[in-house]
């Protein structure tokens, strides 16, 4: 139920809307509904219309204090820095205001990010938008197309690199591309003169957040196999971690393609 409302976006819903994007019958929902708003994961709003409660991100926030230790994800982050020869970035989906990314955590050995645009307004306007750059544009690839379409009703950020993704139907396309490869690569999208390499994190089939790797554009012109690899197999071990299995276990493989 909770994924149907976020499938179907919006603020307030009706038992028959959420009973199809549920693929439940309409007694089931109904049922469910009146027990969420008794525990306040659903709040019933006028005519006949309920939407989510605070008691659903309560649910989201408890299950990432299980999440892995961040020193367990900051060390696959040093070793994809030391595999690529680039700075390497984990961004989250954001839990609170709207659709964007957050950076959680990042290897970047002495570097200094100034050099990469990325000061505190950077940081609040081009490397929070899910629609420039290739971690941006990981994520969204694989968010319901309801949050798309609100993402797209956004400018893309005026501080944005030369290569951002300008025209809401060459994004769209890009967002195509990534599902079929199961990764993405940027030209100059959040700062000039650099290049990126990025991959989904996923949990229980849905997407958290992505892995990048930046490397300077006049060494990494086009990007080689072993650095999509090296990205991707990062992402695949921190979706084993979050799943609570060793990073590099045995298991199916968790990138999303």
Not at 53 to 62: D, E, H, R
Not at 65 to 89: K, M, Q, V
Not at 235 to 245: K, Y
Request: hydrophobic letters at 40%; one cysteine or more.
């Amino acid at each position: 139920m909770q994924r149907a409302f976020t499938q179907l976006g919006g603020r307030a819903h009706g038992p028959g809307a959420l009973a199809r994007a549920a693929d439940l019958d309409d007694s089931t929902v109904y049922r469910i509904l009146q027990s969420g708003v008794h525990q306040g994961i659903f709040v019933r709003e006028g005519r006949g219309l309920y939407r989510l409660g605070s008691a659903a991100p309560q649910l989201g926030l408890k299950a990432l204090a299980y999440s892995p230790a961040p020193e367990a994800a900051h060390a696959l982050l040093e070793a994809l820095r030391r595999a690529t020869g680039g700075l390497a970035f984990l961004y989250l989906l954001a839990p609170f205001g709207g659709a964007h990314r957050q950076c959680a955590d990042m290897a970047v050995g002495d570097s200094d990010l100034t050099e990469l645009g990325m000061t505190p307004r950077a940081v609040q306007t081009v490397e929070h938008s899910l629609r420039v750059g290739a971690a941006g544009r990981t994520i969204l690839a694989y968010l319901p197309q309801t949050i798309q379409s609100e993402v797209l009703d956004r400018p893309a950020p005026a501080e944005a690199g030369p290569g951002a993704y300008l025209d809401d139907a060459r994004l769209l396309a890009s967002l195509d591309r990534i599902r079929a490869r199961g990764y993405a690569l940027g030209h100059e999208e959040c700062a000039a003169g650099w290049n990126e390499c990025a991959a989904p994190v996923t949990w229980d089939g849905l997407v958290m957040g992505s892995v990048l790797v930046m490397k300077p554009k006049q060494i990494m012109t086009r990007c080689p196999v072993t650095v999509i690899e090296a990205v991707e197999r990062t992402a695949a071990d921190l979706a084993d971690l979050g799943r609570g299995r060793p990073a590099g276990s045995d298991g199916n493989d968790t990138r999303m393609k």
